[in-house]
C-alpha cells in the first residue's frame, strides 16, 4: 500500500495516427495546463466568499454590508414563519430574547428584503386568523363524541321502552 501511494502514475491516452515525440509534447503540455487550470479554480473558490441563503446566523446577516433591519417576534410558533420566509426567498436570521418571560424572538434581515418580509408576515397573520377561526380538531372531536353519546341514550331509551 504505502509503495503504491510513493509511485503514483499517470495514465496519458493519446490517439494519432503517427506518435511523434511532438504529440507527446503538446498532449503533456495540454494535461499541464489542465491540471493548472484545476488549481486555480480550486484557489478561486477558497478566496470568494461563500454567500448564505434563508435562515443563517446574524453574523453571516452582517458580514454581507447590505444594511440589518429588525422585528421584534411573540409568537412561540415561529417555525411556522420560517416556512412561509423561506417560501419568499427572504435572508434571515433569528435570534431568541431569553431575558423575556414569554420567550420573544428578533428576526433580523437584511434592509433590501423590506417588502419580501412585510409580505411574508401579512401571508403569516392571515393563515394565523385563518386557523384561528377554524375549531381546532380536539374541539370537533368532544364535539361529535357528545353527539354520538346523545343518539346511543336515544337509542337505549327506545329498546328499553319497547
Known amino acids: ?9 499517470l495514465t496519458l491516452i493519446i490517439s494519432g495516427t503517427k506518435f511523434t515525440g511532438r504529440l ?12 493548472r487550470n484545476v488549481k486555480l479554480d480550486k484557489q478561486r473558490r477558497r478566496e470568494t ?8 446566523t446574524v453574523k453571516q446577516l452582517t ?5 440589518v433591519s429588525s422585528i421584534d417576534f ?13 417560501k419568499y426567498g427572504v435572508d434571515y436570521a433569528v435570534r431568541r430574547d431569553r431575558s423575556a418571560t414569554p420567550p420573544k424572538y428578533l428576526i433580523f434581515f ?3 428584503d423590506t417588502d419580501a418580509i412585510n409580505a411574508a408576515f401579512q401571508e403569516y397573520l392571515g393563515r ?4 384561528a377561526s377554524r ?6 372531536l368532544e364535539r361529535f363524541k357528545g353527539l354520538v353519546r346523545d343518539t346511543a341514550e336515544k337509542v337505549r331509551k327506545q329498546v328499553l321502552e319497547r
Open 1 to 9: 500500500m504505502q509503495e503504491e501511494v510513493e509511485n503514483k502514475t
Open 24 to 35: 507527446l509534447k503538446a498532449a503533456i503540455s495540454k494535461y499541464a495546463a489542465h491540471r
Open 49 to 56: 466568499p461563500v454567500v448564505h441563503r434563508g435562515r443563517q
Open 63 to 67: 458580514n454581507q454590508n447590505q444594511g
Open 74 to 86: 411573540q409568537d412561540r410558533d415561529i417555525r411556522r414563519f420560517e416556512r412561509i420566509a423561506r
Open 110 to 112: 437584511k434592509g433590501r
Open 128 to 131: 394565523k386568523v385563518r386557523r
Open 135 to 140: 375549531p381546532s380538531v380536539l374541539e370537533r
